[in-house]
């Protein structure tokens, strides 16, 4: 993520194409997760900081209600290959107590959001690369559910990811929490240039239990989109055209989001503004307000847009999910 979080590689426009190539199309499966089925049909998510990196320093109960995922940034890896812990902020979250925050959470839970917790951002090397980091991965994650009763995990691993055992983790702690275990992921651009990439693979692997992807499109170069032109951040063809590839190549509607920055703030490069992410959303869901780039069929199950961070967007007078989170929830 930006800011604190995740500054993402740059790739420039020509290595970059010829490296990722062009994405081929598959029609995507009819895929429901169970993991989403108490969701509204198109959810906002947004990142809670766990740290003071300027931003507006917020309680979970100062996240606005038009958040459906609140995503807490982040879990911290432990001496064991895998394994995570949570170290609540207290002091840099202005004396924020360890149950004000199981409270806060049971509250968000109560008023129908779903609270999970972060794995990964910038500076959080977690590796699952075997049959041991991967269950060390499943049992922690699923013991700091049960600790402050987290609803599952987001993974946002930026320093690359194995898709054999990434996909045997999240498989082993859907064993453990059950049907209702959200799952969801943040790739940055480059992850989901194509299906053969490990996010990719990995997303599709768990499509059963994949709740949405909610891809980056900031802190990035130039990009190849859907049909193969290469399309630069920062516009309404890059949102579009880059989610085309998920669209088309297994993911269903309902599991692709779109990922952006709250505000100029939270992120290094790639900021629109609200009304873009909206054209965006039309564009996909309903064939309007599209730029140079047209989806040859629309995708009215889109899930909808994730952005970081909810402190960021504070920052800015909850600027963005006061005009995003209207518009999502009254797609089609």
């Known amino acids: 993520m930006a800011g604190v979080a995740a500054l993402a590689l740059s790739f420039a ?11 081929t199309s598959a029609e995507p499966a009819a895929v429901t997760a169970s993991s989403a089925a108490d969701l509204p049909k198109h959810a906002v998510t947004g990142y809670w900081q766990n740290f003071n990196n300027g931003a507006t320093v917020q309680k979970l109960s100062d996240v606005p209600s ?24 207290s002091a840099g979250l202005g004396g924020y107590t360890v149950d004000q925050f199981k409270a806060d959470i049971k509250a ?37 559910m049960q600790e402050y009763g987290f609803d599952g995990v987001d993974i946002d691993l930026e320093n690359g990811i ?17 049907s209702s275990l959200v799952i969801t992921m943040a ?26 992807v909610n891809t980056q499109y900031y802190n990035s170069g130039t990009m190849l989109g859907c049909d193969g032109k290469v399309y630069a951040q920062g516009s309404v063809d890059f949102l579009t055209a880059l ?13 692709v989001g779109l990922g952006v920055p709250a505000s100029s703030s939270a992120a ?5 503004s609200p009304s873009v992410v909206n054209n965006a959303l039309d564009c996909l869901t309903q ?30 007078g909850n600027a963005w999910v006061n005009e995003v989170g209207p518009h999502v929830h009254a797609l089609p």
């Open 13 to 23: 426009g020509t290595g970059q194409a010829s490296a990722a190539g062009t994405a």
């Open 108 to 144: 968000k839970q109560e008023a129908g959001k779903k609270v999970i917790i972060s794995v990964g951002g910038q500076n959080g090397t977690i590796s699952v690369n075997d049959d041991a980091s991967a269950e060390a991965f499943a049992s922690s994650v699923y013991g700091l």
């Open 162 to 178: 194995n898709a054999t055992y990434m996909t045997k983790a999240l498989r082993s702690l859907s064993d453990k929490a059950g």
């Open 287 to 316: 064939g309007t307000n599209c730029g140079s780039f047209k989806p040859s069929k629309t995708y009215p199950d889109l899930r909808g847009a994730m952005t970081w961070s909810t402190n960021w967007d504070a920052s800015a």
């Open 187 to 212: 790739p940055q651009t480059i992850d989901m240039q194509t299906p053969s990439a490990g996010y990719f693979q990995t997303a599709l692997n768990i499509k059963d239990i994949l709740t949405v």
């Open 66 to 89: 038009d958040y459906d995922i609140i995503a807490v940034a982040f879990a911290d890896a432990t001496t064991t290959p895998g394994a995570v812990t949570f170290n609540l902020d």
């Open 243 to 255: 989610a085309c590839i998920q669209l088309e190549n297994g993911l269903a509607p309902s599991q």
């Open 268 to 272: 290094g490069s790639g900021y629109v």
